[in-house]
Each structure stands twice: as structure tokens, then as C-alpha cells.
């Protein structure tokens, strides 16, 4: 057994525990946490993160999960909008940093967090599953997303899919790319 295999294993016993769910011993902290794992990793984490979803229906029927692909969010966001295809177009036309710029203004952190919660409110769930985050990637920053969540997700556990490295401090999206510095979360598992 790996090193990731031991700690996905311990996913679920830890997201379903009294303690994770009532948010008891984090005094008064946000109740974010980040799984990280090595991004080539990618494939066994979200079929786990399948295979979480559907033991956790068996395990705790009364929870209410939510499960949220930032990749998809985002997606799903333009295309309400009606700029998607428009986006599309000019990635293709002008290029990505033409497209990233122009998505800029509409993919901004604050706007991509509301859409979350109106996705899935927080005062309905009683646990949000994150994933998506590398797919998500230039188009979104983790920490962004994450300090925009702060103040609307009330007690709700918010747990963070992360393909890189979290040390407590710094968020390093693929073990490479240094984001600013993030400390309100804690380690999921270790």
C-alpha cells in the first residue's frame, strides 16, 4: 500500500467522525481543510472521491453532501452567461492571455465563490466536497476562492481536493506554482 493510498483510506472515517462535523476542537477556526497529493495522482483521487460520495450515502444516509468540480463551476458559469463559447473562440483566435484577461473581471474570485454557495448553500449541507482545482487552473486561484469563502460558509466543513502540496502555509498548486500565502485551512488527513 502507498504512502497516498493510507491516506485516502483515511478520508472517510475522518469526514464522517462527530468531531469533523461539529467542527469541536478547531476553537472557533474555519472548518476548511486540504487533501494535497501529487498531481499525477489525479486519476486514483477522484475515483475516491467517487467511491467517498457513495460510502457515504451507506455510512451517514442524514448527511447532506454537496460535491462541487471547480472546473465544472466555472464552465457551468460562462455558459449562463453567455460568454463560453465567446471565451472559446478567443482562446483559440487571440490566445491564452488574451482569453485570461478577458476573463478576468467575470472569473473573479468573489463572483466564482457566490456561485459556489449558490450552488451548494452551506446552511443545507452539512459537509462541501471541493475538487477540479488543477482543471480550474489559471483561470481561478485556490486561495482567492478560499479567502472569498470565509465569511459565507458559516460551521459548514469545506474539504479542498488539492493537486500540489499544502504545508499548513503555503498553497503549491502541482507542487510547483507558489500561491500566496494560505494558513486558515488544516491538513485533512496526514
Do not use: C
Amino acid at each position: 500500500m502507498t504512502d497516498l493510498d493510507e491516506r485516502l483510506n483515511k478520508i472517510l472515517d475522518r469526514i464522517t467522525s462527530d468531531d469533523f462535523l461539529s467542527g469541536r476542537k478547531l476553537s472557533g477556526e474555519i472548518p476548511f481543510y486540504a487533501f494535497d497529493y501529487d498531481p499525477k495522482a489525479e486519476p486514483a483521487v477522484r475515483a475516491h472521491i467517487a467511491f467517498v460520495l457513495s460510502q457515504l450515502k451507506k455510512r451517514k444516509p442524514e448527511l447532506r453532501i454537496a460535491h462541487i468540480n471547480l472546473w465544472e463551476l466555472l464552465v457551468g458559469y460562462l455558459k449562463d452567461r453567455g460568454i463560453f463559447d465567446k471565451a472559446v473562440a478567443m482562446q483559440r483566435d487571440k490566445g491564452d492571455d488574451a482569453a485570461l484577461k478577458a476573463l478576468r473581471a467575470p472569473l473573479d474570485s468573489g463572483k466564482i465563490a457566490k456561485a459556489l454557495i449558490e450552488t451548494a448553500p452551506p446552511s443545507e449541507h452539512d459537509l462541501i466536497l471541493v475538487s477540479g482545482v488543477g482543471a480550474a487552473f489559471p483561470l481561478l486561484r485556490t486561495h482567492n476562492l478560499l479567502n472569498n469563502l470565509h465569511s459565507v460558509m458559516g460551521s459548514t466543513p469545506l474539504v479542498l481536493f488539492y493537486p500540489g502540496r499544502y504545508d499548513g502555509q503555503t498553497l503549491q498548486l502541482f507542487g510547483m506554482l507558489k500561491d500566496n500565502p494560505y494558513y486558515r485551512a488544516f491538513r485533512l488527513v496526514d
